[in-house]
């Protein structure tokens, strides 16, 4: 399965920019579930100074010095990847087959064990999400209780979110915060994402937010326009012994044939797509154009 995305952003400022320091991250990564083929990326006005770099949670950054006077940033990456959908089933046979139970997990991370150290970071608040308050930590643990299969929990407690929480474009933004999304039971993906992280931390588990891309299906007897897809965002949960696992609670489906991982992080900040600091007043204004096709 290969699949081409093309991901543009702007930036039109009020008024001009003479110098910019920028953070792009558009280029996907290589996994055992996926493979990067191509990519390229065009930025416009013309670049001063340009280089890459890893993070420390494995994703690609790109920075970049714009010393050249403008009113616009555009920055275009275009990537082509391939998913391997049956090395993903394979391991979520492995996971449902092996899992352990939700006490079982707790009792383990207790533990200073060195192979467990990575993902404990993930079990802290970030700078966007925080644990929450006991109204969200019992909605969490009516689904996972301590001798209950830790996939299974984790795959019901998805099941919930996707039922209880409505998606609603325009009422939230990634600073929203989790209590709030919790209330309303509304928002969008990136919001889903945040609050079963958040609540996941609550109860003990480490989780982490992963952004990408979904393929999006026409209506029948309808062509695909260009540009209408969008940024996607789920999460993973670190299930100890075995390892981590995806879960998208907005279509309530574990990503495996239509989910291409962009990077991963603590919270949305540690993968936001484009962030940076201008020399410059005014307003500015976003735009973001995402395309996913499958080509195969």
């Avoid at 006991?134 to 009516?142: D, F, G, V």
């Amino acid at each position: 399965m290969i699949y081409e995305i093309y991901h543009q952003t702007t930036f039109d400022y009020q008024s001009m920019v003479t110098f910019s320091h920028n953070i792009a991250r558009l280029k996907p990564r290589n996994t055992l579930f996926q493979k990067l083929l191509d990519f390229s990326m065009e930025i416009q006005p013309k670049v001063y100074e340009q280089s890459e770099f890893i993070d420390m949670f494995g994703n690609v950054n790109t920075h970049m010095l714009i010393r050249e006077a403008h009113h616009s940033l555009v920055v275009v990456g275009q990537s082509r990847v391939e998913l391997f959908p049956e090395a993903m089933e394979e391991y979520l046979w492995h996971m449902r087959t092996s899992c352990i139970t939700y006490g079982d997990a707790l009792a383990i991370l207790s533990r200073f064990e060195c192979d467990h150290l990575q993902a404990k970071q993930f079990l802290f608040d970030s700078e966007l999400i925080q644990k929450s308050s006991e109204n969200i930590k019992a909605y969490t643990l009516a689904s996972f209780h301590p001798h209950r299969n830790l996939f299974e929990a984790a795959q019901e407690f998805m099941g919930r979110i996707f039922a209880d929480f409505k998606f609603v474009s325009g009422f939230s933004d990634v600073t929203t915060p989790i209590e709030e999304i919790f209330e309303a039971r509304k928002g969008v993906c990136q919001d889903f994402a945040q609050f079963a992280i958040a609540a996941l931390r609550t109860i003990g588990l480490p989780a982490k937010y992963m952004s990408g891309y979904i393929e999006t299906v026409p209506q029948e007897g309808k062509e695909k326009l260009f540009g209408v897809d969008a940024s996607h965002a789920w999460f993973s949960l670190y299930i100890p012994q075995i390892g981590w696992i995806s879960f998208d609670p907005t279509n309530n489906v574990i990503p495996c044939r239509h989910h291409i991982l962009l990077g991963e992080g603590r919270d949305y900040n540690d993968i936001s797509p484009l962030k940076g600091v201008v020399l410059s007043s005014g307003a500015s204004q976003l735009s973001i154009m995402v395309d996913v096709r499958r080509v195969d």
